[in-house]
């Protein structure tokens, strides 16, 4: 099979530290597959589930093979088609999610993206922009279904101003038309999960939101791992059980305690809700898109960036420009 060359980011071995990853030289096939669109990348962003999958932490969910490759949101222009793809030509700029199947990565020069898993960007966006919203935007927005988010209902969203609680938020209030939406953030960051649209703040610094919220909440969002004491905030209703789903621990036991079920969320690629969900939003001028930091591709850049990732404390998406806008 024919190849051409590229530069991607990697990590050789199960690590934990940002110094063990690296940008260098990969092989990729000349030709996308049939139902594949190659992209050449302007911008791609970071998750926490880089650098789970890096050390280890995602035990049996995915094996990771080495080396190991990072990124999956990716925004940039297309280069090349499959045969079978009708959906874009070369020169069309998109963005999306990939499936954890690629070759290499979205930190890096080209990558293939599935023609499902793309969507148009916005022109109002940036790449850097664009590349912030797949990952975290489709977690936030197919955790509160899961969770039975409806108009008037109420939502505890933990992590307000993290990459998907600034989403979930913003979805509680512009999609969901929720009733009451509760978060908690850091002293810093309460006037900016206010203007997300949160209607209840507790700053965690200060105060333990099982105290200051009171059990009336018929769904949650749980991204730092806390099921246990967002289920002292939820009603308790054996005939509609409130809903937690989980981001980031799957649950002991799929009903954690009488009229309240807990559920994990495996978040799945798809160009459908982009384009009818964040894309709407987008060109309405309603969604604010938080990059907490951009970083260069090269070797330091992407080694800052996971250093920057592994502290936790991003507000909003950490970003790394491949090529300028």
């Known amino acids: 099979m024919t190849t051409t060359e590229i530069t991607a980011a990697y990590f050789i071995n199960e690590t934990r530290d940002s110094n063990d990853f690296f940008v260098g030289p990969f092989s990729i096939p000349a030709e996308p597959a049939a139902s594949h669109?190659?992209?050449?990348?302007?911008a791609a962003a970071l998750n926490p589930a880089d650098w789970k999958r890096a050390c280890g932490a995602v035990g049996q969910m995915s094996r990771e093979e080495h080396p190991g490759h990072i990124g999956l949101d990716v925004a940039?222009?297309?280069?090349?088609?499959g045969s079978n793809v009708t959906q874009f030509k070369?020169?069309?700029?998109?963005y999306g999610l990939l499936n954890h199947n690629n070759a290499v990565g979205s930190v890096a020069t080209h990558v293939d993206a599935a023609e499902h898993d793309l969507a148009l960007k916005p022109?109002?966006?940036s790449f850097a922009e664009a590349a912030a919203i797949p990952l975290a935007g489709l977690t936030?927005?197919?955790?509160l279904k899961k969770?039975?988010?409806g108009e008037g209902k109420n939502v505890f969203i933990n992590a307000g101003a993290g990459g998907v609680g600034s989403?979930?938020?913003q979805l509680a209030r512009l999609y969901f038309k929720a009733n009451k939406i509760a978060t908690t953030v850091s002293t810093s960051k309460v006037a900016l999960a206010k203007k997300l649209g949160a209607t209840e703040i507790v700053d965690y610094t200060k105060e333990d939101f099982t105290k200051v919220l009171s059990a009336e909440y018929e769904a949650a969002l749980d991204s730092v791992g806390d099921i246990e004491n967002i289920a002292k905030i939820v009603k308790r209703n054996p005939d509609s059980p409130s809903r937690i789903i989980s981001i980031v621990e799957i649950p002991d036991r799929e009903t954690y305690c009488e009229g309240v079920e807990t559920t994990f969320n495996v978040t799945i690629p798809g160009s459908e809700n982009l384009e009818r969900v964040f894309n709407k939003l987008v060109d309405e001028g309603k969604l604010q898109v938080l990059i907490d930091s951009t970083h260069e591709f090269t070797q330091d850049g992407v080694r800052r960036a996971i250093a920057r990732l592994l502290e936790g404390r991003a507000t909003g998406k950490i970003v790394i420009t491949v090529k300028g806008d």
Not at 37 to 42: A, K, Q, S
């Open 167 to 169: 989403f979930a938020l």
């Open 140 to 143: 936030a927005l197919q955790a």
């Open 37 to 42: 669109v190659r992209v050449e990348v302007h």
């Open 123 to 125: 022109q109002q966006l």
């Open 76 to 81: 940039g222009v297309v280069t090349k088609i």
């Open 147 to 149: 969770a039975g988010l």
């Open 90 to 94: 070369p020169g069309d700029k998109v």
